[in-house]
């Protein structure tokens, strides 16, 4: 399933194979590694590529939706997507947004987008995210979409050889937005 989805300044479509450089160019960002954890640093244009390769597959096997968040006039500004557990109606929201983008509300904005698609056509009943303690803007994302916040996992992923702390979050579809 190809989707694309628009709002008011955004535009998330399926990822080109065209678009890996500029992914590469994004994603290589150290502060971007610190505050994902499945992106390596450095982040190479053969990570991007393969990423971006697998995508398709991912999508008709509906386990997984990733968006290219572009603006209007087509710039690349980051990534947003579901990783979905069909049986179970839920899936994990992750985003990263460039670092020369932070701070305009792109994260917001996608999500809310990507929010509707879940509990739309996805038909899907939790939506749960983690984020790393020390992103408090990644929680504050969170939480103006609606994500109540679950608890803290101590020491739940190994991230550079390192256990880090999680803070779940999750919002289900009854839950007001």
């Not at 572009?70 to 690349?76: A, E, M, P």
């Not at 983008?101 to 995210?129: Q, S």
Request: net charge positive; glycine share 10%.
């Amino acid at each position: 399933m190809s989707v694309t989805l628009d709002t008011a300044r955004l535009r998330l479509r399926p990822f080109r194979p065209d678009d890996a450089a500029e992914v590469a160019r994004l994603a290589c960002r150290a502060e971007i590694a610190a505050t994902t954890l499945a992106i390596p640093h450095p982040y190479t244009l053969a990570d991007a590529e393969a990423w971006i390769a697998g995508q398709p597959g991912a999508a008709a096997s509906g386990s997984a939706f990733l968006f290219a968040i572009t603006d209007r006039s087509g710039v690349l500004l980051g990534t947003i997507g579901l990783h979905v557990v069909p049986i179970h109606r839920r899936a994990e929201l992750g985003y990263w947004i460039g670092v020369e983008h932070w701070g305009r509300g792109y994260a917001t904005e996608a999500g809310r987008a990507v929010l509707d698609f879940g509990f739309g056509p996805l038909a899907l009943n939790r939506i749960e995210a983690h984020a790393f303690p020390e992103n408090p803007a990644s929680s504050r994302v969170l939480e103006k979409l609606g994500f109540r916040f679950e608890g803290l996992l101590r020491h739940h992923v190994v991230k550079g050889g390192v256990p880090r702390d999680g803070r779940f979050y999750a919002v289900i579809r009854s839950d007001p937005r």
